[in-house]
């Protein structure tokens, strides 16, 4: 599906997340001259269309406890990383399961997962299960916990502005 | 600022929480109809959800768009000598198309998410990056997405 002008915008309008008042989606119509029932009915199209991955409250995991974040990668040979990524996909654990060039020498991984958790050793045994459940033992497997965290906000894709800086907007699963 | 800790968290906020990662109410009032879902009232879920936004529990209530449908990502990694990383990471996140920047356990030690409009300005974006802190940027862009971020269920204790 091609996003319009106004899709765009209204993903655009919506980086900041939704106003908190009582009649949210009439006050970012407001702002983009839509109705309300415009800007619902977009959402609901974009959402059903799969543009949108899902809508509602990105929490904060670091702020909730989850203080552990780890991502998995695995050197999976070509021809075994589609069913390696649908196993890994059906854990209730793993929340991104994506598919990634290796850039050699530097870095030899083809697989990626992000597992959250509270500590550290719960990370690693979760780690070790989704390595043995995508039958994945034995190749070459490296664990990224995080550290500091220097940035974290919702993307942005919007348009640069006149001095090619630009501001990019709208909120990504990448 | 957050003055609580996630242990002192009420009930009603929890599943404020952990209910509405995904469905949110696409409904004229959607705080009302969460109000009813949860046995409270529209204010009082207003402002619940205003606090913990504060508070920093709350990154954003909105979307989570599929990558590339609307607009160009990537994640890039890069190797600092830890002396280096506080300055270079400043660095990268003061470009404005960085949204993620993390600092990682690997010898590729800083890890950052580039967004742009189109693939195009992404790789000018990298270019600048890898220009303004004098270092190798390494662009690992997406191939396929298995599984994207659905959000998941809270575990309190």
């Given at each position: 599906?091609?996003?319009?002008?106004?899709?765009?915008?209204?993903?655009?309008?919506?980086?900041?997340?939704?106003?908190?008042?009582?009649?949210?989606?009439?006050?970012?119509?407001?702002?983009?001259?839509?109705?309300?029932?415009?800007?619902?009915?977009?959402?609901?199209?974009?959402?059903?269309?799969?543009?949108?991955?899902?809508f509602g409250v990105?929490v904060?995991?670091?702020?909730?406890?989850?203080?552990?974040?780890?991502?998995?990668?695995?050197?999976?040979?070509?021809?075994?990383?589609?069913?390696?990524?649908?196993?890994?996909?059906?854990?209730?654990?793993?929340?991104?399961?994506?598919?990634?060039?290796?850039?050699?020498?530097?870095?030899?991984?083809?697989?990626?997962?992000?597992?959250?958790?509270?500590?550290?050793?719960?990370?690693?045994?979760?780690?070790?299960?989704?390595?043995?459940?995508?039958?994945?033992?034995?190749?070459?497997?490296?664990?990224?916990?995080?550290?500091?965290?220097?940035?974290?906000?919702?993307?942005?894709?919007?348009?640069?502005?006149?001095?090619?800086?630009?501001?990019?907007?709208?909120?990504?699963?990448? | 600022?957050?003055?609580?800790?996630?242990?002192?968290?009420?009930?009603?906020?929890?599943r404020l929480l952990d209910s509405f990662q995904r469905g949110f109410p696409?409904?004229?009032?959607p705080f009302?109809a969460i109000?009813?879902a949860v046995?409270?009232?529209?204010?009082?879920v207003?402002?619940?959800y205003?606090?913990?936004?504060?508070?920093?529990?709350v990154?954003?209530i909105?979307?989570?768009?599929?990558?590339?449908?609307?607009?160009?990502?990537?994640?890039?990694?890069?190797?600092?000598?830890?002396?280096?990383?506080?300055?270079?990471?400043?660095?990268?996140?003061?470009?404005?198309?960085?949204?993620?920047?993390?600092?990682?356990?690997?010898?590729?030690?800083?890890?950052?998410?580039?967004?742009?409009?189109?693939?195009?300005?992404?790789?000018?974006?990298?270019?600048?990056?890898?220009?303004?802190?004098?270092?190798?940027?390494?662009?690992?862009?997406?191939?396929?997405?298995?599984?994207?971020?659905?959000g998941?269920?809270?575990?309190?204790?």
């Amino acid at each position: 599906m091609e996003l319009s002008t106004r899709d765009r915008a209204l993903l655009t309008a919506l980086e900041g997340g939704l106003p908190l008042v009582a009649r949210p989606y009439a006050a970012l119509g407001e702002r983009l001259g839509l109705s309300e029932g415009e800007v619902i009915a977009a959402l609901r199209r974009l959402t059903e269309s799969g543009v949108v991955k899902r809508f509602g409250v990105v929490v904060r995991h670091h702020e909730l406890g989850y203080r552990a974040n780890a991502m998995v990668v695995w050197d999976v040979p070509d021809d075994r990383i589609a069913e390696a990524g649908a196993r890994l996909s059906a854990l209730p654990f793993v929340t991104l399961c994506y598919r990634r060039p290796r850039r050699l020498p530097d870095w030899p991984y083809s697989l990626f997962c992000m597992i959250h958790g509270r500590e550290r050793a719960a990370v690693e045994a979760l780690a070790d299960e989704a390595t043995a459940k995508a039958e994945l033992s034995g190749l070459p497997r490296a664990t990224l916990f995080s550290q500091r965290r220097f940035k974290q906000r919702g993307a942005r894709y919007g348009a640069r502005d006149a001095e090619g800086r630009g501001r990019w907007t709208i909120s990504t699963a990448a | 600022m957050a003055t609580r800790s996630h242990h002192e968290l009420t009930e009603l906020d929890r599943r404020l929480l952990d209910s509405f990662q995904r469905g949110f109410p696409l409904d004229p009032s959607p705080f009302a109809a969460i109000a009813e879902a949860v046995g409270s009232d529209e204010e009082t879920v207003l402002a619940a959800y205003r606090v913990l936004q504060d508070e920093g529990f709350v990154s954003r209530i909105g979307p989570v768009v599929a990558p590339h449908r609307a607009g160009w990502s990537t994640l890039a990694a890069m190797a600092v000598e830890p002396a280096a990383l506080e300055e270079t990471a400043a660095r990268v996140s003061a470009h404005p198309a960085v949204n993620h920047n993390y600092e990682r356990e690997h010898r590729l030690n800083l890890w950052f998410v580039v967004t742009a409009p189109d693939e195009a300005a992404g790789i000018v974006a990298l270019d600048e990056i890898a220009a303004e802190t004098g270092r190798k940027v390494i662009d690992l862009p997406l191939i396929e997405a298995f599984h994207i971020d659905l959000g998941f269920p809270i575990q309190w204790n």
